[in-house]
């Protein structure tokens, strides 16, 4: 009777464990390796900059390493949620993934060359950048090479939001706007060629009419 119930006991305990034959466990989705997806804690460079990033003052997320296509990757790459100005934080407004030294020249020409040039010709600090995009899996127009969009290395500015309620865009104030708002903007284009390899913008060509276009990684010494 007793060999009996211990029996029983074994039986109960081992249908409580699951135990599964070894096909079926093989099929069983595994949790990912800790880590895995993100080199960030294995590549010193990558954590200096985002300590640098970090102490620039910026409020970010790291993202997870991926490869999206041939010639398409996210290494390194950042979600940010709001810059520091000298006066305050300010918010970026449609980013998307960043490249982290991407980022940290964005941070300090946001910083130094907008916000204050702002403060300089218009008399009021930014309190949002917008920008149209950062990331895409594209194409140089009209060529077959990779933009440095492609690898979240470049970043499309649109407009600049001033405290004083006023929207300043590159498409409406490049050439229409006051002579104030005309030369803020060629100030802060030729502030971001100090800290970027290549910047375009309206008087490069027609595709960049709305925007300024800011690219590190670039072979450089472009701006225009």
Known sequence: MVRAVAVALSLLALAGCQILPESER??????????????????????????????????????????????????????????????GSFTVTNLGPVACPTATAFAAWVRYGVDRAARVYLGSPIVRVETMGSYACRNVAGSGRRSAHATAEAIDVGAFHLADGRRISVLDDWNGGTSAEREFLRVVQRSACKRFETVLGPEYNAAHRDHFHLERGGDGGFCR
Request: aromatic share 4%.
């Open 26 to 87: 093989s099929q069983r989705p595994r949790p990912p390796a800790s880590g895995a997806g993100n080199a960030i804690s294995n590549n010193p460079q990558a954590r200096q900059c985002l300590a640098e990033l970090g102490a620039a003052g910026a409020g970010f997320t790291p993202l997870p390493d991926r490869y999206a296509g041939p010639g398409c990757s996210l290494l390194n790459t950042v979600e940010l949620s709001r810059l520091r100005g000298d006066g």
